[in-house]
């Protein structure tokens, strides 16, 4: 099961993070860097049978791709700032986080305009 090599990595990590931090904050750093790694090319391997999963449904629903790749992006991006700023975290750079989070959201609300923008549209031809 995938979820026991996540969860057997991430305590071996946890662990060994604990016994060196004291005395080497520099290479904790490096090695919560690379179990992050390891982590996320652990559920990489999923990733793609979700895209796969998800546009077999939006052909069958017949929504634009173009709406389903910017979706996607979003997420992504949620992803992407998450991860960046959880890093920054564990090197002790509480603000530079905080400018990650905020950078994260930002782009994800200008990516989201053209998504709001046909949802609106669609309203309007509804009411009309």
């Not at 999963?53 to 173009?66: G, S, T």
């Not at 998504?115 to 609106?120: L, R, S, T, Y």
């Amino acid at each position: 099961m995938e979820v026991v090599q996540v969860v057997g990595l991430a305590l071996v990590a946890v662990t060994l993070l604990a016994v060196i931090r004291p005395q080497r904050p520099e290479l904790a750093v490096l090695l919560s860097l690379a179990a992050g790694a390891a982590l996320l090319a652990l559920v990489l391997a999923r990733v793609g049978a979700v895209l796969d999963l998800l546009r077999q449904v939006a052909l069958k629903a017949n929504v634009n791709f173009q709406y389903l790749t910017l979706v996607l992006k979003i997420i992504g991006v949620a992803y992407l700032a998450e991860l960046g700023a959880q890093v920054a975290r564990d090197a002790g750079e509480g603000a530079v986080a905080a400018k990650v989070e905020l950078a994260g959201k930002v782009i994800i609300l200008a990516l989201a305009v053209p998504i709001f923008a046909a949802v609106m549209e669609l309203m309007l031809k509804m009411l009309s």
